[in-house]
């Protein structure tokens, strides 16, 4: 059989159908594979499903023309943590598991985006402190979002789910901005530029992918430009989002808030960030229900017995 390796643990039913084809080596730690871990996977093994945090660069395949890995079975739609290019140059192939964190992503969003607006984070601490001294009219008004103006920066897959629950769902009227022209089902409009539906939305949705092209895509220049009153919301990747550039934002009254799913040096969450009332911190929970991890890790397996089988890759990147 095979052999083939798990960079982290995974659901117990993913792991099962693993076993009924591979011999599994499952590493039982949660932080991200090192450096000699991760040429050493390449040498031993040949599948290996890595995850976000398993930083496969350039230097990772540096010498590696021949090892034993044929195929990286990315655990994740997601893939900026691997370098693609140096991967093929060496005879390795990468896929992803693009659909099944669709949905589940856009909630969270959505989640985001009400947590945001009507301040519920603050107010479930306002609560469990035992400082909350009952209803009053003025008491921790937020933005309605029906009616308002939902900005999405990024039309892809996630993208499009996150409009038509922002549209159906909320009664919100629905921009985007996207690379290339595209037309979706949901009603909405395309905008010309960044900058415009910046100065137009309420709320700012970033679903883009990760990488270089848009490393910082949000910055202090950006960030002036939305309204006072809007909202940041980031599910797509950490570094999307100039950290230190939105601590001055939110700090000096630039944007009302900001929902963050997502962190430009994840783990770590600046205390800053941490400190402020008018923030909604998730600790990285896009794709965090039991089916949807199911549906993830049995995407990446059927990658992984396509290769050994010798057949077409579903997810081939």
């Known amino acids: 059989m095979a052999e083939l390796y798990l960079t982290r643990p995974l659901p117990d039913r993913v792991v099962a159908a693993a076993q009924e084809r591979f011999n599994v080596t499952m590493r039982e730690l949660t932080s991200p594979l090192k450096k000699g871990e991760m040429r050493a996977a390449l040498v031993l093994y040949d599948v ?91 008491q921790m008004l937020g933005l309605h979002l029906g009616g308002k103006t939902c900005g999405i920066v990024g039309m892809g897959r996630i993208g499009q789910a996150i ?20 037309q979706i089902e949901t009603p909405s409009r395309q905008v010309g530029s960044l900058d415009e539906l910046l100065q137009s939305a309420d709320c700012v949705v970033l679903a883009v992918p990760g990488g270089a092209g848009t490393r910082h895509l949000i910055s202090a220049r950006e960030l002036g430009l939305m309204q006072p009153h809007a909202h940041l ?68 397996l059927a990658n992984a017995i396509a290769h050994i089988d010798g057949e077409p890759l579903p997810n081939l990147l």
Do not use: Q
Request: proline share 3%; with cysteine.
């Open 48 to 138: 290996v499903i890595p995850t976000l945090g398993d930083l496969f660069n350039a230097e990772v395949f540096d010498g590696m023309e021949g090892a034993r890995c044929g195929l990286l079975a990315n655990f994740g739609v997601g893939y900026n943590h691997i370098d693609v290019e140096a991967a093929r140059a060496v005879g390795i192939a990468v896929t992803n598991t693009p659909g099944a964190v669709t949905e589940a992503t856009a909630d969270i969003a959505l989640m985001l985006m009400l947590m945001s607006a009507r301040r519920a984070g603050e107010g479930e601490r306002l609560v469990r402190a035992g400082k909350w001294t009952g209803w009053h009219p003025t």
């Open 163 to 182: 409009a038509r629950r922002a549209h159906y769902g909320l009664g919100m009227k629905v921009i985007y901005h996207n690379r290339s022209t595209r």
């Open 233 to 300: 919301i980031n599910i797509a990747r950490g570094d999307v989002v100039d950290e230190e550039a939105l601590i001055t934002a939110l700090e000096s009254g630039e944007i009302a808030s900001a929902g963050l799913d997502v962190y430009e040096h994840e783990p770590e969450v600046p205390k800053a960030l941490c400190a402020r009332e008018n923030v909604t911190l998730l600790p990285h929970l896009g794709t965090a229900a039991l089916d949807v991890r199911e549906e993830m890790g049995m995407m990446a």
